[in-house]
Nanobody, 126 residues
Framework: QVQLVESGGGLVQAGGSLRLSCAVS????????VGWFRQAPGKERENVAA??????????FYHDSVKGRFRLSRDNAKNTLYLQMTDLRPEDTAVYFC?????????????????WGQGTQVTVSS
Protein backbone atom coordinates (compact mmCIF):
# COMPACT_ATOMS: atom_id res chain seq x y z
CA GLN A 1 0.00 0.00 0.00
CA VAL A 2 1.36 3.39 -1.01
CA GLN A 3 1.91 5.85 1.79
CA LEU A 4 3.00 9.49 1.78
CA VAL A 5 4.39 11.18 4.87
CA GLU A 6 5.04 14.93 4.93
CA SER A 7 7.46 16.79 7.17
CA GLY A 8 9.09 20.19 7.40
CA GLY A 9 6.19 22.45 8.27
CA GLY A 10 6.38 25.04 11.01
CA LEU A 11 6.17 28.69 11.96
CA VAL A 12 8.15 31.22 9.97
CA GLN A 13 8.17 34.98 9.62
CA ALA A 14 7.07 36.67 6.42
CA GLY A 15 9.90 36.65 3.90
CA GLY A 16 11.32 33.44 5.31
CA SER A 17 11.74 30.01 3.75
CA LEU A 18 10.75 26.43 4.47
CA ARG A 19 11.31 23.14 2.69
CA LEU A 20 8.62 20.52 2.90
CA SER A 21 9.48 16.89 2.34
CA CYS A 22 7.24 13.99 1.42
CA ALA A 23 8.49 10.43 1.77
CA VAL A 24 6.78 8.05 -0.63
CA SER A 25 6.65 4.32 -0.01
CA UNK A 26 6.32 2.95 -3.53
CA UNK A 27 8.91 1.23 -5.73
CA UNK A 28 7.84 2.92 -8.96
CA UNK A 29 7.75 6.45 -7.56
CA UNK A 30 9.46 7.85 -10.64
CA UNK A 31 6.54 6.75 -12.86
CA UNK A 32 3.92 8.89 -11.18
CA UNK A 33 3.17 12.55 -11.33
CA VAL A 34 3.05 14.26 -7.98
CA GLY A 35 1.62 17.43 -6.55
CA TRP A 36 1.46 19.70 -3.54
CA PHE A 37 -1.84 21.13 -2.34
CA ARG A 38 -2.76 23.41 0.52
CA GLN A 39 -5.89 24.17 2.47
CA ALA A 40 -6.38 27.23 4.61
CA PRO A 41 -9.13 27.46 7.25
CA GLY A 42 -12.50 28.03 5.63
CA LYS A 43 -11.12 27.62 2.12
CA GLU A 44 -11.11 24.85 -0.43
CA ARG A 45 -8.02 22.77 -1.05
CA GLU A 46 -5.97 24.24 -3.87
CA ASN A 47 -3.10 22.95 -5.93
CA VAL A 48 0.12 24.94 -5.61
CA ALA A 49 2.47 22.76 -7.65
CA ALA A 50 2.25 19.70 -9.85
CA UNK A 51 4.42 17.64 -12.13
CA UNK A 52 3.89 15.70 -15.31
CA UNK A 53 6.21 13.07 -16.68
CA UNK A 54 6.56 13.49 -20.42
CA UNK A 55 8.71 11.76 -23.07
CA UNK A 56 11.13 14.68 -22.87
CA UNK A 57 11.30 14.76 -19.10
CA UNK A 58 9.40 15.93 -16.08
CA UNK A 59 7.61 19.25 -16.26
CA UNK A 60 6.44 21.35 -13.36
CA PHE A 61 3.44 23.63 -13.01
CA TYR A 62 2.69 26.23 -10.36
CA HIS A 63 -0.27 28.22 -9.16
CA ASP A 64 0.08 31.88 -10.11
CA SER A 65 0.23 32.90 -6.47
CA VAL A 66 3.42 30.91 -5.85
CA LYS A 67 5.26 31.20 -9.16
CA GLY A 68 8.82 32.30 -8.65
CA ARG A 69 8.63 31.54 -4.91
CA PHE A 70 7.90 27.80 -4.67
CA ARG A 71 9.75 24.98 -6.38
CA LEU A 72 8.72 21.33 -6.58
CA SER A 73 11.42 18.72 -6.95
CA ARG A 74 11.90 15.04 -6.33
CA ASP A 75 14.70 12.65 -5.54
CA ASN A 76 13.70 9.32 -7.06
CA ALA A 77 16.63 7.54 -5.44
CA LYS A 78 15.30 8.57 -2.04
CA ASN A 79 11.62 8.27 -2.98
CA THR A 80 11.14 11.78 -1.67
CA LEU A 81 9.24 14.78 -2.96
CA TYR A 82 10.11 18.32 -1.93
CA LEU A 83 8.49 21.74 -1.95
CA GLN A 84 10.97 24.56 -1.46
CA MET A 85 9.12 27.68 -0.38
CA THR A 86 10.77 31.09 -0.30
CA ASP A 87 9.58 34.65 0.31
CA LEU A 88 6.72 33.26 2.35
CA ARG A 89 3.70 35.45 2.98
CA PRO A 90 0.95 35.31 5.62
CA GLU A 91 -1.49 34.22 2.91
CA ASP A 92 0.61 31.08 2.41
CA THR A 93 -0.53 29.88 5.84
CA ALA A 94 -2.27 26.54 5.38
CA VAL A 95 -2.01 22.81 5.84
CA TYR A 96 0.11 21.47 3.00
CA PHE A 97 -0.47 18.05 1.47
CA CYS A 98 1.59 16.02 -0.95
CA UNK A 99 -0.20 13.71 -3.33
CA UNK A 100 0.61 11.06 -5.90
CA UNK A 101 -1.31 11.05 -9.15
CA UNK A 102 -3.12 8.09 -10.68
CA UNK A 103 -0.92 8.45 -13.76
CA UNK A 104 2.15 10.16 -15.15
CA UNK A 105 0.15 13.31 -15.90
CA UNK A 106 -0.28 15.74 -13.08
CA UNK A 107 -3.15 18.18 -12.89
CA UNK A 108 -4.48 20.77 -10.48
CA UNK A 109 -7.55 18.68 -9.64
CA UNK A 110 -7.66 16.85 -6.34
CA UNK A 111 -9.75 14.09 -7.88
CA UNK A 112 -6.87 13.09 -10.15
CA UNK A 113 -4.67 12.15 -7.21
CA UNK A 114 -4.98 8.70 -5.69
CA UNK A 115 -2.88 8.86 -2.54
CA TRP A 116 -2.45 11.69 -0.03
CA GLY A 117 -0.24 12.47 2.88
CA GLN A 118 -1.61 13.50 6.25
CA GLY A 119 -0.66 17.15 5.86
CA THR A 120 1.79 19.47 7.57
CA GLN A 121 1.00 22.89 8.98
CA VAL A 122 2.75 25.97 7.63
CA THR A 123 2.17 29.22 9.48
CA VAL A 124 3.61 32.51 8.26
CA SER A 125 3.54 35.42 10.69
CA SER A 126 3.50 39.03 9.55
Amino acid sequence: QVQLVESGGGLVQAGGSLRLSCAVSVRTFSNYAVGWFRQAPGKERENVAASSITPIGERFFYHDSVKGRFRLSRDNAKNTLYLQMTDLRPEDTAVYFCAASKSAYGTSKSADYAVWGQGTQVTVSS
